[in-house]
C-alpha cells in the first residue's frame, strides 16, 4: 500500500496565485515525521518543511505555509502569491519512528508538477 | 560548508553490465541512503549506511549492493545491469542512523541510462 499518496499529478498556475499541494499518508506509528522536498530540473531534492505526529499546528514561512491534520492524515502545503521560480516537482515524504527497521528512511509520494506561468 | 556530491553526473551503460556510483556526504554527516527515482515517480529507498554497515534495506534485489568508508562516503554498486535500472538514483545523508526526523540532505543525483 502506497505511504504517502499525492492525488495533483500536474498543476498550473498563473504567477501571484496562492496554490496548495495535496498530501495524504498512512502510518500505524504514533511518532512520525512529514516532509516537503521541492526538486527543480536539475534533479537535487531541496527541504522545505517538516512536522512531527505531536505537533498539529499550523504555520507560515514567508510565502509556504503548511497545514498538518492528523485526524484526515493530511499534510497540504500552500505556497502564498506563487512566482515562476516556484516551477518545480514537490514531493511530500514520511520518516516513521516507531520501534522497528525503518528509522530514518523516507517514504515518497509521487511528487505534484508545479507550473507558474508569468 | 560542503553540501552532498555526487559523481558522476551523467552515465550510459549496456544491459548486462555492472556499474558505481559515488556520493559525499554533507559535512559533519554520518550516515548516507540511496534512494532510486523512476522517471515521473518519487524516490524510493534502497538502502542506508551507517558505521560502514547496512542498517536497512528496501525492496531491491541483491544486485544493488553498497558500502561505506571511513570517511563516510559511499558507493552504489549495481551489477547485471537490466533496462529498467534506467533512473536518477539520489545519495542523501543525515547525522545519526537515530537522528529521526532530522531532514536529509539530497545530491544531485547520477543519471544512469541503460541501453
Known amino acids: 500500500a502506497q505511504k504517502v499518496t499525492q492525488a495533483q499529478t500536474e498543476i498550473s498556475v498563473v504567477e501571484k496565485e496562492d496554490v496548495t499541494l495535496d498530501c495524504v499518508y498512512e502510518t500505524r506509528d504514533t511518532t512520525y515525521y512529514l516532509f516537503w522536498y521541492k526538486q527543480p530540473p536539475s534533479g537535487e531534492l531541496v527541504f522545505l518543511i517538516r512536522?512531527?505526529?505531536?505537533?498539529?499546528q499550523n504555520e507560515i514561512s514567508g510565502r509556504y505555509s503548511w497545514n498538518f491534520q492528523k485526524s484526515t492524515s493530511s499534510f497540504n502545503f500552500t505556497i502564498t502569491a506563487s512566482q515562476v521560480v516556484d516551477s518545480a516537482v514537490y514531493f511530500c515524504?514520511?520518516?516513521?519512528?516507531?520501534?522497528?527497521?525503518?528509522?530514518?528512511?523516507?517514504?515518497f509520494g509521487r511528487g505534484t508538477q508545479l507550473t507558474v506561468w508569468p | 560548508d560542503a553540501g552532498v556530491t555526487q559523481s558522476p553526473t551523467h552515465l550510459i551503460k549496456t544491459r548486462g553490465q555492472q556499474v558505481t556510483l559515488r556520493c559525499s556526504p554533507k559535512?559533519?554527516?554520518?550516515?548516507v541512503s540511496w534512494y532510486q527515482q523512476a522517471l515521473g515517480q518519487g524516490p524510493q529507498f534502497i538502502f542506508q549506511y551507517y558505521e560502514e554497515e547496512e542498517r536497512q534495506r528496501g525492496n531491491f534485489p541483491d544486485r544493488f549492493s553498497g558500502h561505506q568508508f571511513p570517511n563516510y562516503s559511499s558507493e552504489l554498486n549495481v551489477n547485471a545491469l537490466l533496462l529498467g535500472d534506467s533512473a536518477l538514483y539520489l545519495c542523501a545523508s543525515s547525522l545519526g542512523v537515530r537522528a529521526v526526523g532530522q531532514p536529509q540532505h539530497f545530491g544531485d543525483g547520477t543519471r544512469l541510462s541503460i541501453l
Open positions: 512536522r512531527n505526529s505531536f505537533d498539529e
Open positions: 515524504a514520511l520518516s516513521e519512528a516507531g520501534r522497528g527497521s525503518t528509522l530514518g528512511r523516507l517514504y
Open positions: 559535512s559533519g554527516h554520518d550516515t
